[in-house]
């Protein structure tokens, strides 16, 4: 499980109800139906105006992959993958890696190293793979903008919650104190709309952006491998280019430890 996405949630709303209770408002305050009815179902009901319902489905997935902890493996494994794979291509031909092949979990690179055992050609290759992390790329945006979406319309509808529940107290001015209660009562729309906007859907939207940037990186270090392999170059020569995709501060102290 991803704990930032447990911690976050966690002290989010950690923050807002201690916070609540330091400043003397009431957490009895947040018991409004009405104001959770405009925030969450305004929220939704924003997106289903906005996107096909193919897309709004999609939303327990995207919550998903939000709680869930990346299991791809390391750069350094796939390194090291990658060069046992020229060792064997070497060694023994190309055609020895079709038995490598049911090993691999990856579709994206099962794919690949697929298509170099048939001997396709190596731009047909790249072509498919770069073609094929482009429409990734492209699905990943449109599904995080549902998030990005949700998070504009939740502020603005806590808004309007307010002028609602305004318009409800000024309606009857005859009992100040009523007035009063009326008033506080009216802003926990605008409460709820800033919480899940801002705490809520545009981090989980900027959580996804990320994953979405470390799984393209991942993709980008496989067609790299694979159009290395399908060259013929050197296990050394592999582990070098692919050595790129590692950070400075990661190689330094693989360096390190193999001192």
Request: glycine share 8%; net charge negative.
């Amino acid at each position: 499980m991803e704990k930032s996405t447990v911690i976050g949630l966690i002290a989010g709303f950690i923050s807002v109800f201690v916070g609540m209770i330091l400043k003397g408002a009431p957490l009895t305050a947040l018991n409004n139906p009405a104001a959770f009815l405009i925030i969450i179902g305004g929220t939704f009901s924003c997106l289903l105006n906005a996107f096909p319902m193919a897309d709004v489905v999609k939303l327990p997935t995207l919550f998903k992959l939000l709680f869930r902890l990346d299991n791809s493996g390391s750069k350094m494994e796939m390194v090291r993958l990658f060069v046992d794979l020229s060792q064997l291509a070497r060694r023994e031909g190309i055609l020895a890696l079709e038995g490598r092949v049911a090993e691999i979990e990856d579709p994206f690179f099962k794919n690949g190293l697929s298509m170099v055992i048939d001997g396709m050609d190596p731009d047909f290759v790249s072509d498919v793979l770069d073609a094929e992390l482009a429409l990734t790329e492209e699905r990943h945006a449109s599904a995080r903008s549902i998030l990005t979406q949700a998070g504009t319309y939740a502020p603005t509808l806590g808004v309007l919650g307010a002028v609602v529940g305004l318009i409800a107290a000024l309606a009857d001015l005859s009992d100040v104190n009523k007035l009063g209660h009326a008033i506080s009562a009216a802003f926990v729309a605008t409460i709820l709309g800033i919480f899940t906007g801002y705490v809520i859907w545009l981090p989980f939207a900027n959580k996804l952006k990320v994953k979405s940037a470390e799984e393209m990186a991942h993709k980008r270090m496989i067609i790299e491998g694979i159009l290395s392999l399908q060259a013929g170059d050197s296990p050394t020569a592999i582990e070098s280019k692919l050595m790129v995709f590692i950070p400075q501060s990661e190689r330094e102290s693989l360096e390190e430890n193999k001192e």
